[in-house]
């Protein structure tokens, strides 16, 4: 795993949590991890990740400058619970992209993959 993603994925998502992306560690919730192992041909900049209860799919979670190579991983720390994810390419002019989408249930203490080809 690449750690400089890691880095910049807590990050980016720390910021998110100003900007309407909301946090995804909640307060007094176990939280576990989800990787994003990219097995495909090109760069993922964008990574939304937003609770299955939510109306959006939030914000970039990778940030601004950031992506995962490809054959490379980011992972991020999230409370328990179900999870909508989305990885893929950049994001178009129009807020659209083409992209693989999951959705997961994060267990406390566990790490859970999402691998996109």
Not at 31 to 46: H, P, S, Y
Not at 53 to 73: L, V, Y
Request: proline share 3%.
């Amino acid at each position: 795993m690449n750690l400089k993603l890691t880095i910049a994925a807590t990050a980016a998502a720390l910021t998110l949590t100003a900007c309407g992306g909301g946090s995804l560690v909640q307060p007094g919730v176990p939280t576990g991890f989800l990787e994003i192992q990219n097995d495909t041909r090109e760069n993922l900049g964008v990574v939304t990740i937003s609770q299955c209860s939510a109306s959006s799919h939030g914000g970039n979670r990778m940030g601004f400058g950031n992506w995962i190579e490809p054959g490379d991983s980011a992972e991020f720390e999230i409370s328990e619970g179900c999870y909508d994810i989305q990885a893929g390419g950049s994001m178009e002019i129009d807020g659209s992209f083409r992209a693989a989408t999951t959705r997961m249930n994060i267990v406390a203490g566990q790490r859970s993959r999402f691998t996109v080809r």
